[in-house]
């Protein structure tokens, strides 16, 4: 597959924007380091890049486009909005309706507040959870991905119960020490931190179904345990939903699991393709929250009318009836036939899914934490990923990214991944 003219505006992006990518995720360090490909269109399941190529796409954006690339209802919604002003800084009808449509689907958010990303959104429940508690410290779980504020920019340390260490530049000691890791699934060292640094923590963080080391599923009982053992210590709930909510049904994946938190941070599919974040919760926390409370929270953009318009146009499209159904009977046939493909060749692969998200790890041992995943194997993986691309299946270019499916993909499209993995397969066969 050519890809010239994606190679040449690379090599010009890197002339003017910092490693030319505008998020690292975009760059292909991780497989080879490549040229990005440069895209230029996108419609339902599919992409065209600047020469041409078409690739069925299994990114998503990271998770956003779970209605595939500019459907029309949202792409309405979108430009109805724009005719009318694209921002305000004013109140807006608009605001009110999506509270409410995102209140139904996710009960737990009693107030909510609109910003613009994942991270604003994450860095905020924080930072109400720390005006509501009078307390400091935070726990989250190794390999969890909460955006780039400071605080979620922390490494583990050596074991639950020591604090943690910058996990980038810029980052100071006095910041990683108001945080503490531990890894997921593992309700043990949840305890132990809690019994040493209890008093001083404010709020536990954690993706309810983690998708940013893979799709990891909670084990029965781990966040039924996590309220528990964070309640008993006086402290809160945060559950970061950026791409769990709406992606495996209409709702958190608080409301699939049945499991309540004291505050949630959303992103991600909720701004249907545009620049989004909310965050929200159990009203008197929320009070906490300016212009009610002490704790300062602000946005230019906040709320604007095409972010809320696009979002509500989004959650439209996944009220109609069959939605997750089709992504459950999509997703079950991809893991059937990548499953055929691994248990066809001797690479060492294993598969976790729910719903029409799923990650294909280069492990053969089951993935339940951050150090599981982290045994995919980067060669493999670069392999696999750089042979799917130029079979026009485009992939994200980590090995702990999810394939998403949309409600645009087809059996069709299915049927070609799972080939093009075959062809993956055995040529990576031959060449290890
Ligand atoms: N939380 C989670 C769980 C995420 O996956 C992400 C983004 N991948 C974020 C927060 C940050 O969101 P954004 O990129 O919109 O700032």
Not at 52 to 73: C, E, R, S, V, W
Not at 163 to 191: C, K, M, R, Y
């Amino acid at each position: 597959m050519k890809r010239t003219q994606s190679e040449s505006l690379y090599k010009d992006a890197c002339c003017h924007i910092v490693g030319g990518v505008n998020s690292p995720s975009r760059s292909f360090k991780a497989v080879g380091g490549g040229s990005p490909v440069f895209m230029e269109k996108g419609e339902g399941a599919y992409f065209y890049d600047v020469d041409g190529n078409k690739y069925i796409d299994f990114l998503g954006a990271y998770g956003p486009i779970i209605t595939g690339h500019a459907h029309p209802h949202i792409t309405e919604a979108i430009t109805n909005a724009a005719h009318n002003g694209t921002l305000y800084g004013t109140p807006t009808r608009l605001e009110n309706q999506f509270a409410v449509l995102l209140k139904e689907a996710i009960p737990s958010l009693e107030k909510v507040r609109f910003v613009n990303s994942g991270t604003e959104a994450v860095m905020t429940t924080i930072r109400v959870a720390r005006a509501y508690t009078g307390r400091n410290k935070v726990i989250k779980f190794a390999g969890c991905y909460h955006g780039h504020s400071d605080l979620v920019l922390v490494a583990a340390g050596s074991g639950p119960s020591t604090l943690g260490s910058p996990d980038s530049a810029g980052v100071t000691e006095n910041i990683a020490e108001e945080v503490i890791t531990v890894p997921f699934n593992d309700p043990n060292s949840l305890e132990e931190a809690l019994h040493k640094w209890g008093d001083d923590v404010a709020c536990v963080l954690v993706e309810p179904i983690v998708g940013n080391f893979g799709i990891v599923e909670p084990e029965a009982g781990f966040l039924e345990k996590i309220n528990e053992l964070t309640h008993q210590a006086g402290a809160l709930v945060i559950y970061d939903e950026v791409i769990t909510a709406f992606r495996f049904t209409y709702g958190g994946a608080q409301d699939l699991l049945q499991v309540t938190p004291d505050m949630t941070a959303l992103g991600k599919i909720i701004g249907g393709g545009l620049p989004i974040g909310a965050y929200g919760g159990k009203t008197d926390i929320m009070e906490s929250v300016a212009p009610l409370g002490p704790a300062y929270q602000a946005g230019t953009m906040s709320g604007n009318p095409a972010s809320i318009s696009a979002g509500i146009a989004c959650l439209e499209v996944l009220q109609q009836d069959g939605i997750y159904e089709k992504l459950e009977r999509l997703g079950a046939l991809l893991e059937e036939g990548l499953q055929t493909v691994i248990d066809n060749h001797s690479l060492p692969a294993t598969i976790n899914r729910l719903r029409g998200a799923l990650t294909l790890y280069f492990t053969p041992s089951p993935v339940k934490n951050y150090d599981d995943a982290d045994k995919s194997d980067d060669i493999l993986f670069s392999k696999f990923f750089n042979k799917m691309l130029d079979q026009g299946i485009n992939l994200a270019p980590s090995k702990y990214e999810a394939w998403f499916i949309t409600i645009a993909h087809e059996e069709k499209d299915i049927y070609k991944a799972v080939e093009a993995a075959e062809h993956a397969f055995s040529e990576i066969e031959k060449e290890v």
